[in-house]
Nanobody, 115 residues
Framework: QVQLVESGGGSVQPGGSLRLSCVASRRIASSTTMGWFRQRPGVQREYVAAITEGGISNVIDSVKGRFAISRDNAKNKVFLQMNDLKVEDTAVYYC?????????WGEGTPVTVSS
């Protein structure tokens, strides 16, 4: 079992930035993917970004050019740098570790973007 703990959420104005972090309680298993999902008000949880063990990353089109995912395998961490935040980015952001027979989720960290 792996516990994932997110941090870095908060309230910002449109155009602001936040950096989310997720730390795993132990070494992330080989050949698994780390990623971020979000649940916006009234919307099903959705995929935002992911990064493989080897560093291949992907983000959804709506955040491309604004969000970037990175990973520190040595520290069992994954990050989501969020720039130029928009009101529609308001959500609870969840960290996930999946693949190779595992599927772990964090409890989420809230992000509110409002003026």
């Amino acid at each position: 079992q792996v516990q994932l703990v997110e941090s870095g959420g908060g309230s910002v104005q449109p155009g602001g930035s936040l950096r989310l972090s997720c730390v795993a309680s132990r070494r992330i298993a080989s050949s698994t993917t780390m990623g971020w999902f979000r649940q916006r008000p009234g919307v099903q949880r959705e995929y935002v970004a992911a990064i493989t063990e080897g560093g291949i990353s992907n983000v959804i089109d709506s955040v491309k050019g604004r969000f970037a995912i990175s990973r520190d395998n040595a520290k069992n961490k994954v990050f989501l740098q969020m720039n130029d935040l928009k009101v529609e980015d308001t959500a609870v952001y969840y960290c996930r570790n999946w693949g190779n027979g595992v599927d772990f989720w964090g409890e989420g960290t809230p992000v509110t973007v409002s003026s």
